[in-house]
């Protein structure tokens, strides 16, 4: 039976906005789960051996290409075997966490995961990302256009060039505001922007998990 494959990437454990979220989506989701946590056991950067061993005959692999091709393969192995996708992913400076990062370039293989010419094997299935910030970045606020997260992440997840999944955004915003004396007037925004998301992530969790079913 398929899973809900969760990848966590905020640095902050149990404080992290985009965990609390994803808790409510958790709790309302009912299938099997397989969760990866970024912050607690990052994966590798993409080494040159990484890189080469995709192109490299297997029995010809050095020790080096054998440890990337090892860790390769257990990600992909993952990521394919999952029939829907829980990211978290906050944004940090404009984009996304480093550790995330890491962990695309390590499963994006043409001829693996990437549609490229064909479509993708991950093709339509759905995927949910949450991502708090501590800021507002929707229309009309003063950082309007500077999220460079949502959008990429939105075209590497979801573009049928790439991965083609069925991307769902959940936004929480305005996370510093209560750290900040000077923005208090905004806090009354950062909780409905809250609740909202967390709302929206259980409605997402019931909804997906009656279409797996
Ligand atoms: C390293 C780092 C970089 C950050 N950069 C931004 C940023 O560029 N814009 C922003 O609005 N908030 C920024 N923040 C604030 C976080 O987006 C905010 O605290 C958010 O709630 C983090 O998600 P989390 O609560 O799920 O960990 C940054 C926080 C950290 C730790």
């Known amino acids: 039976m398929s899973y809900l494959l969760h990848i966590d990437a905020s640095s902050l454990g149990e404080a992290s906005i985009s965990r609390q979220v994803a808790g409510s989506f958790r709790a309302a989701w009912r299938g099997p789960v397989v969760h990866r946590d ?34 390769q393969d257990e990600l992909i192995t993952e990521f394919l075997g999952a029939g829907a996708y829980l990211f978290t992913v906050p944004l940090y400076n404009l984009t996304m966490p480093s550790v995330f990062k890491a962990w695309l370039d390590q499963i994006m293989v043409v001829g693996r995961t990437l549609g490229f010419t064909d479509s993708a094997p991950t093709a339509g299935r759905p995927a949910v990302v949450i991502s708090a910030r501590g800021g507002g970045y929707g229309p009309g606020a003063p ?71």
């Open 38 to 71: 970024l912050a607690v056991s990052p994966v590798p950067h993409l080494t040159a051996a990484g890189i080469s061993a995709r192109h490299t005959d297997p029995a010809r692999h050095t020790p080096e290409q054998g440890e990337a091709a090892r860790i």
């Open 143 to 213: 950082n309007e256009g500077r999220d460079h997260l949502i959008p990429t992440l939105e075209t590497i997840l979801g573009w049928s060039h790439t991965l083609g999944l069925d991307v769902t955004s959940v936004i929480p915003e305005l996370t510093m505001v209560p750290d900040i004396p000077a923005m208090a007037d905004l806090i009354p925004l950062h909780e409905k922007s809250l609740a909202a998301a967390h709302e929206q992530a259980r409605r997402l969790a019931e909804t997906l998990d009656r279409r797996a079913a």
